[in-house]
Nanobody
Framework: QLHLVQSGGGLVQSGGSLRLSCAVS????????ISWFRKAPGKEREGVSC????????AYAGSVKGRFTVSRDLVENTVYLQMNSLKADDTAVYYC????????????????????WGQGTQVTVSS
């Protein structure tokens, strides 16, 4: 059974960095597409980044491109979201999500594509 456990997050000053982790069990990462989403108070949940079932496929929302980097460790079966140059607008609960049935080279940022979710982790950026 596919299971995602998140770690990382916390409070950081504007301009700082944080790294989120999403440890996966039940499937090997090379069979999964993993996307990161975030939900800020009063806003819809939005897709942030995606890493596909091959290393060269990634996707980013325009609001984070150039600041966030998604990566994966196949040995640890973990996906990471490195967040640099954080802004107050990045404050949200962040979620990772997985899908084992997407075709190759497809990396969506739409939440309806994903059925397995991590528990969420709070990221707060103080201005």
């Amino acid at each position: 059974q596919l299971h995602l456990v998140q770690s990382g997050g916390g409070l950081v000053q504007s301009g700082g960095s944080l790294r989120l982790s999403c440890a996966v069990s039940g499937f090997t990462l090379n069979r999964l597409v993993i996307s990161w989403f975030r939900k800020a108070p009063g806003k819809e949940r939005e897709g942030v980044s995606c890493i596909g079932n091959s290393d060269d496929i990634t996707a980013y929302a325009g609001s984070v491109k150039g600041r966030f980097t998604v990566s994966r460790d196949l040995v640890e079966n973990t996906v990471y979201l490195q967040m640099n140059s954080l802004k107050a607008d990045d404050t949200a609960v962040y979620y990772c999500a997985a899908n084992e049935e997407l075709p190759p080279r497809y990396c969506p940022l739409t939440e309806f594509e994903f059925g397995a979710w991590g528990q969420g982790t709070q990221v707060t950026v103080s201005s």
